[in-house]
T-cell receptor, first 115, second 112 residues
Framework: EAGVAQSPRYKIIEKRQSVAFWCNPI?????LYWYQQILGQGPKLLIQ????????DSQLPKDRFSAERLKGVDSTLKIQPAKLEDSAVYLC?????????????FGPGTRLTVL | AQSVTQLGSHVSVSEGALVLLRCNYS??????LFWYVQYPNQGLQLLLK??????LVKGINGFEAEFKKSETSFHLTKPSAHMSDAAEYFC??????????FGKGTLLTVNP
C-alpha cells in the first residue's frame, strides 16, 4: 500500500513570495490533515478535511494561508505572501475517518525555508 | 481544551538501558492518547495508542505505555534501548474522536 505522498520535499523562497505544497493521501482515506511543525515543536493542525469539506481550520492563518481538496482526494496548501515565521516543515496526513480511533498516516513533509 | 506536556526535551540513555519518556495530559473528558516516533527527515509513525480498555498498551518495536488516569500520565517505556531507537518521540491527545494535539517532543539519544 502506497503511503502519503508530498511534494516538493524542500523549498526555499524569499519573504513575500508565494509557495504551494501538494499532498496525495492514501487511497480511500476520507480525512486529510495539514500540520505545521516548527523546529523544536510538535505538529500543529492547520486544517482538516473530511472528503472535500473543511472540518476544522481554526488555526489556519487565513489572511495568507489557503487550502483545498479537489474531488476529495489530492490537496494543495498555499502560502501567499510568505513570512519569515512560516519557515517550518509542513506535514500532510490522512486517515480512514476522523482522528482518534482512526490512525493518521503521515507523509514525509515539505521543509520550507523563508529568507 | 486538551493539552500535552512532555517532560524533558532531550533524554539520553545507554544501549541496553531502560527508556522512559514522560507525558502528562490535560483533558476534561476521557481522552485517546498516542505516541508517535519521527526519524530525521521523515513523517511521524504511530508507536501505540490508548482508546479504551486495558490501560497497559503495547506497541511496535518493543515499546509500551500505561494510561494512569489518577496521574493524568501516559509514559512511554522500553526495557532495553537499541541504537535504532534514536529519534524524536511525540505524545498526543485526542478527545471526542477529534483532532490530535501534540506535545513538543522528546529527542531520544542512544549511546553505544
Amino acid at each position: 500500500e502506497a503511503g502519503v505522498a508530498q511534494s516538493p520535499r524542500y523549498k526555499i523562497i524569499e519573504k513575500r513570495q508565494s509557495v504551494a505544497f501538494w499532498c496525495n493521501p492514501i487511497s480511500g482515506h476520507a480525512t486529510l490533515y495539514w500540520y505545521q511543525q516548527i523546529l523544536g515543536q510538535g505538529p500543529k493542525l492547520l486544517i482538516q478535511f473530511q472528503n472535500n469539506g473543511v472540518v476544522d481550520d481554526s488555526q489556519l492563518p487565513k489572511d495568507r494561508f489557503s487550502a483545498e481538496r479537489l474531488k476529495g482526494v489530492d490537496s494543495t496548501l498555499k502560502i501567499q505572501p510568505a513570512k519569515l515565521e512560516d519557515s517550518a516543515v509542513y506535514l500532510c496526513a490522512s486517515s480512514l475517518g476522523p482522528a482518534g480511533v482512526n490512525e493518521q498516516f503521515f507523509g514525509p513533509g515539505t521543509r520550507l525555508t523563508v529568507l | 481544551a486538551q493539552s500535552v506536556t512532555q517532560l524533558g526535551s532531550h533524554v539520553s540513555v545507554s544501549e541496553g538501558a531502560l527508556v522512559l519518556l514522560r507525558c502528562n495530559y490535560s483533558s476534561s473528558v476521557p481522552p485517546y492518547l498516542f505516541w508517535y516516533v519521527q526519524y530525521p527527515n521523515q513523517g511521524l509513525q504511530l508507536l501505540l495508542k490508548y482508546t479504551t480498555g486495558a490501560t497497559l498498551v503495547k506497541g511496535i518495536n518493543g515499546f509500551e505505555a500505561e494510561f494512569k488516569k489518577s496521574e493524568t500520565s501516559f509514559h512511554l517505556t522500553k526495557p532495553s534501548a537499541h541504537m535504532s531507537d534514536a529519534a524524536e518521540y511525540f505524545c498526543a491527545v485526542s478527545v471526542s474522536n477529534y483532532k490530535l494535539t501534540f506535545g513538543k517532543g522528546t529527542l531520544l539519544t542512544v549511546n553505544p
